[in-house]
């Protein structure tokens, strides 16, 4: 007996009982579209089942073993999958669908030369697709052509600029290549460009995984910051108002909060060991009826289940030396759409950041090396720190060959972007190599500086960052115009040196 998967439809296919072979065929055609749309819905046994019903009936039937060829791939027997498509390929030379799957096959295989073979008889059969781009790229990437499939993938961002997968694959490239710094430039961009899709924040933490380091005791021993943080904060905070502290650690701005007169802060933090010791604080200092530590990352919060309502103030102070580094556009981005009224007051509100050209051998060496002890190192630059190098500039040699300048002024408010940039031109002051740029920034509340991380700020733990220039040290003269581009996604922040042409 053989089970009548759709009722309603003669799926018996002894069609030697049928004297109308276009209604056998008609069944076949049916069946191979319900096989499909089983496949696609995801009931793989169902798919199976039919297709082989239907190669039983119809041995010869190219679309069949095409199709079931396809749906073994896709569940990881390739060995089976290959038996059909071969079949197949029989059956349908000149078909694009199985010549994509074929290479498809190949690519798992690792026979590259094949599947880049089969991909391209795809493009003179069918034309190209953004799909078919991305798997031709991949396979020259699997296979080290790394510069074809660089150009593959930049094919694909000419068509769409947004392409996810198209910014992973060039991060995956310059991952492979040790160029972390650049990798970490397009993982930043396909998470600044999909926030939600969680691959390339995955990509991005492989990288930086331990590299941030939070100095917690020279921070809350940090007299200027701490001033500053306290008469912002009591500027801000009203009587009555519902607070939301992000990364509280000790406490210590929660606390300020409510002893400026706020009706209830919620501070959360997820670093549970600190947490225990934030409530202890916050017993200790009085307030344990007004501050509520939560052990959570603030994007985990939600309204009604952690945060009985959305709140009045948020506090977030969660920059390193680097501004974004610590995720923060992120966060407060989050916090607006999620956690905060519309009309929700912030501290700080806004950031702006200063930045000037430098020559420095000092803080060039902490990006490269070149011959040591007779010793060519410099193949070993390819594993150069992504983002920057944290400098006290009081203690570095360094010459500026521009004054500093405002490299970005960026609101934290409801249009805060996870992207974006700034460009002006630049004039040195003197003849020089350009290594990189120094930078620092102010945090602002209602368009005005109330904390500097500058070095002419006395007295505070915070340091200044150097990035050099990606591309390489370059001359620059005095009597000449530069552009220089201020570009920011999510995490990172650099700078682009390029002269302006008369």
């Not at 599947?115 to 953004?130: C, H, P, Q, R, S």
């Not at 500027?235 to 990364?247: M, Q």
């Amino acid at each position: 007996m053989v089970m009548n998967l759709y009722p309603g439809m003669n799926t018996q296919l002894g069609f030697r009982h049928h004297g109308d072979e276009s209604k056998a065929i008609m069944n076949i055609n049916e069946l191979m579209l319900h096989a499909a749309q089983l496949a696609k819905s995801g009931h793989s046994d169902g798919a199976l089942k039919t297709y082989k019903r239907i190669l039983k009936s119809r041995p010869k039937h190219g679309q069949a073993h095409r199709d079931l060829g396809r749906l073994l791939l896709s569940l990881g027997e390739a060995d089976r999958a290959k038996r059909h498509l071969e079949k197949a390929a029989k059956l349908l030379p000149e078909d694009a669908t199985l010549l994509e799957s074929w290479g498809d096959l190949m690519s798992h295989l690792k026979d590259f030369e094949q599947a880049l073979t089969a991909y391209a008889k795809v493009k003179e059969i069918a034309g190209d697709t953004e799909e078919l781009l991305l798997k031709e790229a991949d396979a020259l990437r699997r296979s080290g052509q790394w510069q074809g499939a660089i150009a593959r993938f930049q094919d694909v961002l000419r068509r769409a600029p947004d392409n996810f997968f198209a910014h992973i694959g060039l991060g995956d490239i310059f991952r492979d290549a040790g160029q972390s710094g650049m990798a970490l430039r397009w993982y930043s961009t396909a998470s600044a460009k999909h926030p939600t899709h969680t691959l390339a924040a995955k990509r991005m933490q492989n990288l930086v995984n331990g590299a941030i380091q939070r100095w917690h005791f020279p921070m809350m021993n940090d007299r200027p910051r701490n001033e500053a943080f306290q008469r912002a904060i009591e500027a801000c905070v009203r009587p009555g108002d519902v607070v939301l502290d992000i990364g509280t650690g000790s406490g210590l701005l929660a606390m300020m909060a409510a002893r400026a007169g706020a009706k209830m802060v919620y501070a959360c933090d997820d670093n549970e060991t600190i947490v225990r010791a934030t409530r202890r604080v916050v017993e200790k200092n009085g307030f344990a009826d007004r501050i509520t530590v939560i052990p959570k990352r603030s994007t985990a919060l939600t309204v009604g289940v952690d945060l009985p309502e959305r709140v009045d103030v948020l506090i977030c102070e969660i920059f390193d030396a680097g501004v974004f580094g610590e995720d923060a556009l992120n966060t407060i981005l989050h916090a607006h759409t999620d956690l905060l009224k519309p009309d929700a007051r912030l501290v700080p509100d806004g950031v702006r950041v200063w930045a000037a050209p430098v020559r420095s051998q000092e803080l060039a060496n902490t990006f490269q090396v070149g011959e040591v002890c007779g010793f060519d190192l410099s193949p070993f630059n390819r594993l150069k720190d992504a983002r920057l190098f944290q400098a006290d500039l009081r203690r570095v040699d360094y010459e500026e060959l521009a004054p500093p300048f405002l490299a970005l002024e960026l609101s934290l408010g409801q249009t805060v972007s996870l992207s974006g940039g700034h460009v002006i031109e630049l004039r040195p002051s003197t003849d020089g190599i350009c290594d990189g740029f120094v930078f620092w920034y102010e945090l602002l509340q209602s368009g005005s500086a109330f904390m500097s991380t500058s070095a002419k700020q006395a007295g505070t733990h915070w340091r200044q960052a150097y990035v050099p220039i990606w591309e390489g040290s370059r001359p620059v003269k005095k009597d000449r115009v530069y552009r220089v581009n201020t570009r920011f996604e999510r995490y990172i922040l650099w700078f682009e040196l390029s002269e302006l042409t008369t």
